[in-house]
């Protein structure tokens, strides 16, 4: 008995609508996002993680008032990520009634940002997200080897992932949000070797994202990932399976969770 | 002009009281919700929300600024009053966060440092116990010991935990619901008309806004 493994559903919003694309393209609308948060909360998920990928500033209004709506409705946590640039953007969001934030590119481009909005924030709500891709695997010689990569995973910046990870957390981040950008879409499962490297590395709650497109893959996220959450967007969106039959399986296989 | 306010919630500017607001309205929509930091209008509610988020030292420090600490003091000799995560640790004697913090002392613990727990834990070789900071989800309360606030949540169920801190369940008599992360927390407490949780119960889905629904509906008296 003790503290739970978590799922979060995450919604991917583009101009107020629900998206899920296959990395990062090939996009299928997936609904509202205040309706698809309420269905979510309905059937039990632990959080919500709500990812704004417009790219505009007038969109970014929209996402605040989207925000404001779902927290007004949903008691459950709700983590808002994307276009997070400063300090300034994320008392924004926490004033729209997130939990906590979320920051990726401007934490690769200011560090310092991590720790400013940790002190004046909290760790506690501030989320440091990482978007990783493997470089080399591992061989009798030497282990495998997974870098940062921005723009969608376009973009590598040479940073080694777990050195990235373990300097974010003694940076004040609370959480990682680990997603594979090798894996996200194409419903294969987590990257399970970065996962563990990543979780095994550092002191703070690990959330898994990116690849699944089973129920078995949440499990293996947990058992041989070591993830203390993990994330899924499509699985969820369309119906295949609820956030009830993903709890469920979970218990089954041994997991702790909130049912 | 104002209506009476019923439920006050106390800011002190430390961060987002919009979730605490927002379940409040949405389990008393009748009632008269106020968040602020004004001292007579929170000795004029019926119910007051002592909530807290971030660090203790700036909290503790933003409390004193505003004259905050008097008030709630007052209103804990005559009112319901609802301590939520810091806020239920700034009610504490001390708090070994930000090197040592005297808070309000309405109750006379120590809060303590998971981390410094877990250090103890990994030289006496109890891996079992060392655990990741900050402990971050749902976990599950045990009920100890009966309480008005109990009616309608079933024995074990699980809230929605955040924190770094910890007040230490077998040094806190007043401690009505327990929880265990590599040690036995105190996650509800009560104390005459003091109430406080360790959790939050505005993210804890059901069985939190039955809490709040609970403490909105309490007169104050075990």
Known sequence: MGLAKRIIPCLDVDNGRVVKGVQFVDIRDAGNPVEVARRYDEQGADEITFLDITASHEARDTTVKTVEKIASEVFIPLTVGGGIRECQDIRRMLNAGADKVGINTAAIHNP?????????????????????????????????????????????????????ATKMAAYGAGEILLTSMDQDGVKKGFDLGLTRAVTDAVNVPVIASGGVGNLQHLVDGVIEGHADAVLAASIFHFGEYSIGDAKKYMAQHGIEMRL | MTTAVDIAVIDYGMGNLHSIAKALRHIAPQRNVWVGDDPDIIKSASH???????????????????????????????????????????????????????????????????????????????????????????????????????????????????????????????????????????????????????????????????LLKNFVNWDGAS
């Open chain 1, 112 to 164: 310092d940002l991590v720790r400013q909005a940790s002190d004046r924030f909290g760790s506690q709500c501030i989320v440091v997200a990482i978007d990783a891709k493997q470089v080399s695997r591992a061989t009798d010689r030497q282990k495998a080897r997974w870098e940062i990569f921005t723009h969608g995973g376009r973009k590598s910046t040479g940073i080694d992932a777990i050195e990235w």
């Open chain 2, 48 to 210: 007051v929300v002592y909530p807290g988020v971030g660090a203790i030292g700036d909290c503790m420090a933003e409390v004193r600024a505003r004259g905050l600490d008097q008030v709630i003091v007052e209103v804990a000799q005559s009112k319901p009053l609802l301590g939520i995560c810091v806020g239920m640790q700034g009610m504490m004697a001390r708090s070994d966060e930000n090197g040592g913090v005297d808070c309000l002392g309405l109750l006379p613990n120590r809060v303590q440092f998971f981390s410094d727990h877990f250090k103890l834990a990994k030289r006496l070789e109890d891996q079992q116990s060392v655990l990741k900071v900050p402990h971050m989800g749902w976990n599950q309360v045990e009920q100890t010991q009966p309480h008005p606030l109990w009616q309608g949540i079933d024995e074990g169920a699980r809230f929605y935990f955040v924190h770094s801190y910890f007040v230490a369940a077998s040094e806190c008599p007043f401690t009505v619901g327990k929880s265990h992360y590599g040690i036995d927390i105190t996650a509800m407490l009560a104390h005459d008309n003091i109430f406080a949780v360790q959790f939050h119960p505005e993210k804890s889905h059901h069985d939190g806004l039955q």
